[in-house]
């Protein structure tokens, strides 16, 4: 039997495995983090008609001679994945996630885990973030004060309905603005703001300024009892307006504690400092002529919270954003390195796993060790070239078709050995 034919035969077979793979690759064109492949080729065993000769002596006058080789055909050496970076698209939706650089997302799918470049993430009922085939993404928790380990076991990344923020304390109030200088001896301006005791209760405070003297204010701060409503007087200090200072400030500079009682909350004997700003600051309490601007500007307590919204940076911390206007860290998103990405196995649904020749996963924070960052709300496209996929596509029509002619052929010839007889 011809040679030609079995080579035909098995250039028929792979040139067939080539419009698969295109196929494929077409077929997936919108799909999310798909990464094209490509067939390579390579020539099977030659069978050997003639072997080398060894060159003669210079005197026998004869030279060597090549082999002479006659090839069985072809045969696939390998289908590559290309893991070039995909174009991203903006959809809007915060649990879409995009790799920019190298990396998987890691994903727990039973009891295996496994790798994806496909950001579509969900919540669950559990709270959990899940890609579309229910595949839970991992990573790391925070603790109750926000810190997150890297260096721990990666988990199941959630973000549980109800999920709240401690209340926090008042320590610290700023007050700021302009005393009018003009004003009229005994004239009182009151600022107020809200402050959280212990329990996070709010606690309406006043500050009330009144004008003793030239240049020469006090200040009383006063919380309402609990039980009465009525003022309770918790803390008192004198200001004096230097206006020969550079530049012009309260001298000495203003020193307020509240110490808060029992009676107007659950404070702990603990006190709250006031601050009205070094004389440079633009916000610092100041003595002018004109309006009075007398406010309070900031306070650094907080009630119980509750989760509202949140973020994912680059760096794949995901950042809760609570009712009381705090945000805190809830966890960080997960992504595995390999040393050879194309070297992990396929498993559908766009998941990969990771094979004897891909490395182990290098699990680690985005942005570091070689891996890329996260980008939100958008998702990596699929990054098939279709111009290039309908050239490979004519080229493998072509390779087909040639090799169908030589079977053609080689068959021609075995007819007429046939017909040698009549």
């Known amino acids: 039997m011809l040679r030609s034919m079995f080579s035909g035969v098995s250039g028929l077979r792979s040139h067939q495995t080539m419009m698969d793979v295109i ?83 890691v994903v727990r799918e039973g009891g295996q885990q496994l790798y994806t470049r496909a950001g579509s993430l969900n919540f669950d009922a559990l709270g959990r973030l899940t890609t579309a085939d229910g595949s839970v993404l991992q990573g790391w928790a925070a603790d109750a004060n926000g810190v997150i380990n890297p260096n721990a076991a990666v988990g199941d990344v959630s973000m549980p309905l109800g999920q709240s923020t401690a209340p926090t304390k008042t320590g610290n109030v700023k007050v700021g603005g302009n005393l009018p200088s003009d004003a009229a001896v005994g004239t009182q301006i009151v600022t107020s703001l809200t402050v959280y005791d ?29 039980a009465t409503q009525a003022p309770v007087t918790v803390g008192t200090a004198n200001l004096t307006w230097d206006p020969n200072a550079t530049p012009p400030a309260f001298n000495p500079a203003a020193a307020l504690t509240l110490t808060p009682t029992a009676a107007t909350g659950s404070w702990s004997g603990s006190t709250i400092a006031v601050d009205f700003g070094p004389s440079g600051d633009a916000q610092a309490l100041r003595q002018f002529a004109g309006q009075s601007s007398v406010a309070a500007l900031s306070q650094d307590g907080a009630a119980l919270g509750t989760l509202q919204s949140f973020t994912i940076g680059q760096d794949g911390v995901v950042t809760g954003v609570f009712s009381n206007g705090r945000t805190r860290s809830i966890g960080q998103i997960a992504l595995a390195g390999f040393s050879n990405a194309s070297g992990l196995e396929k498993t559908g649904s766009s998941l990969y796993r990771a094979s004897v020749n891909s490395g182990l996963a290098q699990i680690g924070q985005a942005g570091s060790g070689g891996r890329g960052t996260l980008s939100g709300s958008t998702l990596e496209m699929s990054n098939v070239d279709l111009a290039q996929e309908f050239t490979n596509l004519i ?20 007819q007429d050995l046939v017909n040698l007889k009549r």
């Open 395 to 414: 080229i493998a029509q072509r390779g087909f078709q040639a090799n169908s002619r030589v079977i053609t052929a080689s068959d021609e010839l075995l």
């Open 198 to 226: 212990v329990q996070g209760a709010p606690i309406d405070t006043k500050f009330t300024f009144a004008k003793t003297g030239p240049d020469a204010w006090t200040v009383t701060a006063t919380m309402p009892d609990q």
């Open 23 to 105: 196929g494929n690759n077409i077929a997936n064109v919108n799909t999310v983090g798909y990464k094209s492949a490509s067939v390579v080729f390579q020539d099977l065993l030659s069978q050997t008609i003639r072997g080398a000769g060894v060159p003669g002596q210079a005197a026998d006058g004869v030279g060597g001679t090549n082999p002479a080789q006659v090839g069985l055909g072809v045969k696939i050496a390998g289908i590559t994945n290309n893991f070039a970076q995909g174009a991203s698209q903006l959809t809007g939706r915060s649990t879409d996630l995009s790799i920019q650089g190298d990396g998987f997302f």
